[in-house]
């Protein structure tokens, strides 16, 4: 798809087809999220894949109970890494970087699923710790999104979007 095509046809799907997703598809999902831009290069962020069913329905049960999290054949956990931001940045890096590396980086993610004709749904709402236990507790890192991905079991309607007058502001 042409870009700009991948970003109208992008939708949040919350229904998959029980079928896997090919490994050379997800390496190139990967690809993508490694060539996120992040602030001084340092890409503070570490993503963990998760395919086995049993973590899958702890992230949903971590995500409020989100069950379609489930449902999805991977699901892919972006975290902040906020010493690596740190280690250049100091507390900015920390707080703010880290956070923003990570988001990019699971947009990247998110795009690239859709452009490879998949289907995804950012998921912000969890509990920090459970998703932190769910994924092993690894040491130093910040739960920032879950994107579970997989083959659409639904085709949404474009939602509405707000005109570019009402938060595009020219300076100048």
Not at 76 to 85: E, G, M, Q, T
């Amino acid at each position: 798809m042409e870009f700009f095509e991948v970003l109208q046809r992008r939708r949040s799907i919350r229904q998959f087809l029980p079928r896997g997703i090919p490994a050379e598809i997800l390496e190139k999902i990967f690809e993508a999220i490694r060539w996120a831009p992040s602030a001084g290069n340092l890409q503070a962020y570490q993503v963990f894949v998760v395919e086995d069913k049993n973590t899958l329905r702890l992230l949903a049960e971590a995500a409020l109970g989100q069950e379609f999290i489930v449902q999805a054949p991977v699901a892919l956990v972006f975290c902040a890494d906020p010493a690596r931001a740190a280690s250049r940045y100091g507390a900015r890096g920390e707080n703010l970087y880290a956070l923003q590396d990570a988001t990019i980086a699971c947009d990247h993610a998110h795009l690239a699923a859709a452009a490879l004709g998949l289907g995804s749904v950012w998921v912000g709402a969890f509990r920090d710790d459970a998703v932190w236990q769910a994924i092993g507790s690894p040491p130093g890192l910040k739960p920032v999104a879950i994107l579970p991905i997989g083959y659409p079991a639904e085709n949404p309607t474009p939602t509405p979007r707000r005109s570019l007058k009402e938060f595009l502001h020219r300076l100048g």
